[in-house]
């Protein structure tokens, strides 16, 4: 089942800080975070495994909540260049990085 | 390579007509994945190969969709009879095994 992503979508000024929310409702092994602009790949952020572990880079950074089968990603003091579409893969026990994606949250990003 | 290559990067085909798209992954990634990606949604798995061997197709649609590897490295995706509910972009991904996906810039279908 596809992991549900909230919000849909969220325009930001520039510097403003936003909280992209995915949500499973199966046991996961981890959660694969991706940011796909128009017409291009999707390009890897961060990988969590279970554990609830946080991870860090530069100005984004994610937790993974275990129990509640949920991953939040958190984007600081945005730039105009983390305008496009995140989007959280998620990937079950066993299944050798088959990831199930959400719906996508549109970020757009203003001077 | 650098990247995940995929070509063509767009596909135009009449509806009943048959396609090939082609991916090559980055060198020495085990694993190799075919995804689907509608207008506004996320990718949906199609297939998965580790090495030659095609471990799991349970996304894949139809039996008009077919996807090799036949020698660990490059893939093709193959449409039989495209018909319009095709129309997508189809994404290649590869992994040293787990762990982080590289994606290719897809191939955009358009059946008509």
């Known amino acids: 089942q596809q992991p549900v992503q909230s919000p849909q979508a969220v325009i930001l000024r520039e510097g403003e800080d936003a909280v992209i929310n995915c949500s499973s409702s199966?046991?996961?092994?981890?959660v694969h975070w991706y940011r796909q602009k128009h017409g291009e790949a999707p390009v890897f952020l961060m990988i969590?495994?279970?554990?609830?572990e946080q991870k860090g880079h530069e100005k984004i950074s994610a937790s993974f909540n275990e129990k509640k089968q949920q991953s939040s990603l958190y984007l600081t003091a945005s730039q105009l260049s983390y305008s496009g579409t995140y989007f959280c893969?998620?990937?079950?026990?066993?299944?050798?990085?088959?990831?199930?994606f959400g719906t996508g949250t549109r970020l757009q990003v203003t001077l | 390579g650098a990247g995940v290559s995929q070509s063509p990067r767009y596909k135009v085909a009449k509806r009943g007509q048959d396609v090939a798209l082609r991916c090559d992954p980055i060198?020495?990634?085990?694993?190799l994945f075919w995804y689907q990606q509608a207008l506004g949604q996320g990718p949906e798995f199609l297939t998965y190969?580790?090495?030659?061997?095609?471990?799991?197709k349970s996304g894949l649609p139809s039996d008009r969709f077919f996807a090799e590897r036949p020698e660990g490295s490059v893939s093709t995706l193959k449409i039989q009879r495209t018909q319009q509910e095709d129309s997508a972009v189809y994404l290649c991904?590869?992994?040293?095994?787990?762990?982080?996906?590289?994606f290719g810039q897809g191939t955009r279908l358009t059946v008509v």
């Open positions: 190969f580790q090495n030659e061997a095609q471990l799991d």
């Open positions: 893969g998620t990937e079950l026990a066993g299944t050798a990085s088959k990831l199930t």
């Open positions: 199966k046991a996961l092994y981890s």
């Open positions: 991904a590869s992994s040293r095994g787990t762990g982080q996906a590289f």
């Open positions: 060198s020495g990634h085990v694993s």
């Open positions: 969590l495994l279970k554990g609830g």
